[in-house]
Antibody, heavy 121, light 109 residues
Framework: EVQLVESGGGLVQPGGSLRLSCAAS????????MHWVRQAPGKGLVWVSR????????SYADSVKGRFTISRDNAKNTLYLQMNSLRAEDTAVYYC??????????????WGQGTMVTVSS | SYVLTQPPSVSVAPGQTARITCGGN??????VHWYQQKPGQAPVLVVY???DRPSGIPERFSGSNSGNTATLTISRVEAGDEADYYC????????????FGTGTKVTVL
């Protein structure tokens, strides 16, 4: 079964750090670009970051640029999001998502269940 | 950055047709993808590349894209279709390439 499972969320104080993980299974992880998408409580989906299949290229939303770092370990089939200098407005459910290949390129065809990050004192 | 605008809500009776629009500047030149999200669940891809359906998605879900508007159409609406729906494009020419629409809540009356 194709699956993505996030972990690492929790409560953190403003200015703190957190590292999210996303474990992939059921597909050749190293062949796919991967993304993080977040959703604040009661709000819509917001794209956060993307990494290509071998980890050599990344991009970020302006709101997290310079504070968040996306990375991957293809040997461990795991995607990461290192979040530093966290702010209250970073509070959200964070989803990892697989970008499709071929005709589904640019679409997010597999999603994890999400992990909640709460930034509060 | 690129902006995608959706109506906040659409209401439809069971068995009728729901149409959800997604407006963006010259969106017809881009590939548009649509997601369904039910409360407490992760989004699910229902239409990709304007009008194609992933395996397992009913034929009742269809899409179109032209000019400045993309549309997701749900035919013969069922109670289980009640959810939030989001359009999305990947704007590779932008510094902020990943863009989601504002989302539409579909209510089945």
């Amino acid at each position: 079964e194709v699956q993505l499972v996030e972990s690492g969320g929790g409560l953190v104080q403003p200015g703190g750090s957190l590292r999210l993980s996303c474990a992939a299974s059921g597909f050749t992880f190293s062949s796919y670009w991967m993304h993080w998408v977040r959703q604040a409580p009661g709000k819509g989906l917001v794209w956060v970051s993307r990494i290509n299949s071998d980890g050599s290229s990344t991009s970020y939303a302006d709101s997290v640029k310079g504070r968040f770092t996306i990375s991957r370990d293809n040997a461990k089939n795991t995607l990461y999001l290192q979040m530093n200098s966290l702010r209250a407005e970073d509070t959200a459910v964070y989803y990892c998502a697989r970008e499709g290949s071929g005709s589904t390129r640019g679409a997010f065809d597999i999603w994890g269940q999400g992990t909640m990050v709460t930034v509060s004192s | 950055s690129y902006v995608l605008t959706q109506p906040p809500s659409v209401s439809v009776a069971p068995g009728q047709t729901a149409r959800i629009t997604c407006g963006g500047n010259n969106i017809g030149s881009k590939s548009v993808h649509w997601y369904q999200q039910k409360p407490g669940q992760a989004p699910v891809l229902v239409v990709y590349d304007d009008s194609d359906r992933p395996s397992g998605i009913p034929e009742r879900f269809s899409g179109s894209n032209s000019g400045n508007t993309a549309t997701l159409t749900i035919s013969r609406v069922e109670a289980g279709d009640e959810a939030d729906y989001y359009c999305q494009v990947w704007d590779s020419s932008s510094d902020h390439p990943g863009v989601f629409g504002t989302g539409t809540k579909v209510t089945v009356l």
